[in-house]
C-alpha cells in the first residue's frame, strides 16, 4: 500500500434492499501478511464468462477508471481525470458522456462518487462538498445538496443518504471529534460514527482498480473504511454494527496521537489495510497491499472462518492478467451480483496461445480497457 497527498479511487455499491436481519457478527480472524496460503485457486471458484471491449474513439478515451456502474442494458464508467461519466451498451459501444465541470449552476469541481436512482444521476463533489442531481435521460440539472467533503456516498432513500469521508473531511464545528461516516435524513447530518484522528486529515490510500467503501450483497450494505480493520454493515436506521475484523497484528494511529506521531508512522511503515471486501455465498474476498503488491484473502465461512488463499491472486487457466473490479448494480441483477469484474488495460498483456482466441480483433495498445466478466461457482465447502 502506498499513501500520498490528495484523494484516489473511492467506489461504491448500490443494492435492491436495506435490512440487515440476517447478518450478524462474524467475529475476527488473524491475517498474516507475509505467510501465503494457497488451499484454493481463482479458477477452482470463478469461471470466465465474457469479455466486452470498450469502443475506442477521440470523445470516448479513457483514462483514470475509478467506478464502474450498471444500470439496465448500460455501463457507466467514471473517469475521476477527465471529471466524466462515459456511457456504453452492453456491446461495449460508446453511447454517450455526462461532463459539467466548471464554476457556474450545476457545475462541478470534481467527480469522487456517482450513483443512479429513479432515472436520476447523482454525482457527488467531495471537494466542494455537494451532491449533484441530474436528469438521467435529458441531462437536465436538477438541484444540489450540500454536505460534507470526502470520497463516496450511498444513496438511500426519502431524502436519506451516508457519507464516507476518508480522511478528508470535518465535521460540523459544533462537534470536536472528526468521524469517518456521517448519514443524513431530510438531507440534515443525524449520525456521526468512525472517529479518526484530525492529524490523518489529508492522507490518502492509494489503491490499484477494486476498492470500495460501501458495498452491497443480497440484502445487506456493507462499509469500510481507511486504516480499520473491521467491516462494518448498515443498520436500517444507518448506523453500523461490526461484521468481521481482520487482525493483521500492526498498530493504527490512535485519535489522539500527534501529528509528528503519524508522519512518522507513514514514513516509516508500510501498514495494510483492507480496501475492498466481496461476499459470494459462504465466501469472502478481500483486497489489501503489502510491500507495494496488491494480495488477495479468500475465506471460507462455513469451515469456521478458514483462510483458503492469502498471496497474488491470478487468472491461470487463460493467463489473463487479474485485476479484480467491483461495480455497482443500480437496477439489481442476480447474475451480476454473482460476478467478478477485473479490467485489462491493452498495454498489460500480450495474447498467448490460451488466450489468443478470447480477442478476434488486434489489441490496440493505447485503447479502452477490457472488461473481463468472470461467474462465480457457487462452491460452498
Known amino acids: 500500500m502506498s499513501l500520498g497527498i490528495n484523494t ?21 480472524i488473524a491475517i498474516s501478511e507475509t505467510d501465503d ?21 477521440e470523445n470516448s478515451l479513457i483514462k483514470d477508471l475509478t467506478k464502474i456502474g450498471l444500470y439496465k442494458e448500460y455501463i457507466y464508467i467514471l473517469d475521476k481525470d477527465q471529471k466524466k461519466i462515459f456511457v456504453f451498451d452492453n456491446k461495449g459501444h460508446f453511447i454517450r458522456e455526462y461532463f459539467h465541470f466548471g464554476q457556474s449552476k450545476g457545475e462541478y469541481i470534481s467527480i469522487d462518487d456517482f ?15 455537494y451532491i449533484y442531481i441530474y436528469d438521467l435521460i435529458s441531462d437536465i440539472f436538477i438541484r444540489k445538496i450540500e454536505v460534507l467533503k470526502g470520497s463516496g456516498i450511498k444513496i438511500w432513500d426519502n431524502n436519506r443518504f451516508a457519507i464516507n469521508s476518508g480522511f478528508g473531511s470535518a465535521n460540523p464545528k459544533e462537534n470536536k471529534q472528526n468521524f469517518s461516516y456521517t448519514f443524513y435524513d431530510s438531507e440534515r447530518p443525524v449520525l456521526f460514527d468512525i472517529p479518526y484522528n ?23 450494505t456493507f462499509a469500510l473504511f481507511l486504516l480499520n480493520d473491521t467491516i462494518y454493515y448498515l443498520n436500517d436506521n444507518g448506523s453500523l454494527s461490526p461484521y468481521l475484523h481482520l487482525n493483521f497484528g500492526v498498530d493504527r494511529p490512535s485519535v489522539k496521537d500527534s501529528r509528528e506521531t503519524i508522519n512518522t508512522y507513514f514514513k516509516e511503515k508500510s501498514p495494510s489495510s483492507v480496501f475492498s471486501f466481496y461476499k459470494f455465498y459462504n465466501q469472502i474476498l478481500f483486497s489489501y497491499f503489502f510491500d507495494h503488491k496488491r494480495k488477495y484473502i479468500i475465506i471460507d465461512l462455513s469451515s469456521n472462518n478458514k483462510v483458503l488463499f492469502n498471496g ?10 487479474l485485476r479484480i473490479t467491483p461495480y455497482s448494480q443500480f437496477n439489481y441483477n442476480l447474475e451480476a451480483e454473482n460476478q467478478l469484474l477485473s479490467i485489462i488495460w491493452p498495454f498489460e498483456f500480450k495474447k498467448s496461445k490460451e488466450n489468443e482466441h478470447l ?3 488486434e489489441i490496440n495498445k493505447e485503447g479502452n480497457p477490457y472488461l473481463i466478466y468472470y461467474n462465480y461457482l457457487r462452491k460452498t465447502k
Open 37 to 57: 496460503i494457497s488451499l484454493i485457486d481463482f479458477n477452482s471458484l470463478f469461471s470466465l464468462s465474457h469479455i466486452i471491449t470498450l469502443e475506442t474513439k
Open 312 to 321: 497474488i491472486l491470478r487468472d491461470k487457466e487463460n493467463k489473463l492478467p
Open 198 to 220: 484530525e492529524n490523518l486529515m489529508g492522507y490518502s490510500q492509494r489503491f490499484d482498480y477494486g476498492a470500495n467503501y460501501f458495498y452491497c450483497y443480497q440484502d445487506t
Open 359 to 361: 480477442f478476434k480483433e
Open 115 to 129: 450513483e443512479i436512482k429513479d432515472e436520476n444521476l447523482f454525482i457527488y463533489d467531495g471537494l466542494k462538498g
Open 8 to 28: 484516489d479511487n473511492h467506489i461504491l455499491f448500490s443494492c435492491r434492499r436495506y435490512s440487515v436481519s440476517t447478518t450478524n457478527e462474524i467475529g475476527s
